[in-house]
DNA sequence: CTAACACATGAACAAGTATTCATATATAGA
DNA sequence: TCTATATATGAATACTTGTTCATGTGTTAG
């Protein structure tokens, strides 16, 4: 909310062919600026794409949006979600290691919930946007 | 490789007990109110889930970083993210196919820019999320 | 104690995917 | 025309990942 990189949009072209493309690969921008501020470094990259990873997974976005509106113990996930037992809970594994929800065992249950509100707001932002995406 | 599962916040208190687990799995929600209306179907968290993983690729979200500055041509995005040309290539096409990107032709050259405002700000809105979640 | 239950976890298998290599198409220049 | 360049694409390979099955751990009830 603070930054706002690349703002330049991408809608001037035409002109083209003559200010470049004359010799065999003669860069068409300067190798120097190559890598920018906004660019992402690998690493970056890496750890964004590994999150956005664990989030693309069908079963892992119901998941979150059942504990999105309440918390739940494994079994009734299980249920609701039609899904095996054991899948689930290897679901909420890895939900748990990257720290998107946690849990309190009562008995011999275990209710998990939302880690916190960031995790609901991106969650709410992304199905927002895709709704507008997909539309 | 983060194998640092969120253990602690576990210390919550073990009264409860009674007020539900009577009888073996005797669900903890009304059944009949399982699928509230802000659940994902299974279609949509389909439709988000293969959005989300197309997102979910280190180099892709470099050539989006990329393109979100300013439009390229493939030859140069892959000298810049140090890739081979083929396979910048081949992510160019899948964000081709689900209209992340899109192209025009100048002479032996194709340049990629990306498609809409729509994804530049789903971007930034990602890289802004991601930086408090990974902060 | 013993049995039933709730959940976790490791291993194995299946399905998906990104990269590379080889090749194809198209354009520009000689 | 022929050659070099720029990009695209199919096939093969290697890698990742989700699910299932079997089993293990911990808890409650009888």
Same mark, same amino acid.
């Given at each position: 909310?603070?930054?706002? +990189? =690349?703002? *330049?949009?991408?809608?001037?072209?035409?002109?083209?062919?003559?200010?470049?493309?004359d010799? +065999?690969?003669?860069?068409?921008?300067? +190798?120097?600026?190559?890598?920018? +501020?906004?660019?992402?470094? /690998?690493? *970056?990259?890496? %750890?964004?794409? &590994?999150?956005?990873?664990?989030? =693309?997974?069908?079963? %892992? #976005?119901?998941?979150?949006?059942? #504990?999105?509106? *309440?918390?739940?113990?494994?079994?009734?996930? $299980?249920? $609701?979600?039609?899904?095996?037992?054991?899948?689930?809970?290897?679901?909420?594994?890895?939900? %748990? /290691?990257?720290? #998107?929800?946690?849990? %309190?065992?009562?008995?011999?249950? /275990?209710?998990?919930r939302?880690?916190?509100?960031? /995790?609901?707001?991106?969650?709410k $932002?992304?199905?927002?946007? #895709?709704? &507008? =995406?997909?539309?």
């Amino acid at each position: 909310m603070s930054d706002n +990189p =690349a703002e *330049k949009l991408v809608t001037e072209f035409e002109n083209g062919e003559d200010f470049c493309c004359d010799l +065999p690969h003669a860069h068409h921008s300067d +190798p120097a600026k190559l890598s920018q +501020p906004e660019t992402l470094t /690998v690493e *970056k990259a890496q %750890r964004m794409s &590994e999150f956005l990873g664990f989030l =693309a997974d069908t079963n %892992r #976005l119901r998941i979150l949006s059942m #504990l999105a509106d *309440k918390e739940m113990c494994v079994g009734d996930l $299980a249920i $609701a979600l039609e899904m095996n037992e054991s899948a689930v809970s290897h679901q909420l594994r890895t939900l %748990r /290691v990257i720290r #998107l929800v946690s849990f %309190r065992k009562q008995g011999r249950h /275990v209710f998990y919930r939302l880690q916190d509100h960031h /995790v609901l707001d991106f969650y709410k $932002a992304i199905v927002e946007h #895709l709704d &507008e =995406a997909t539309a």
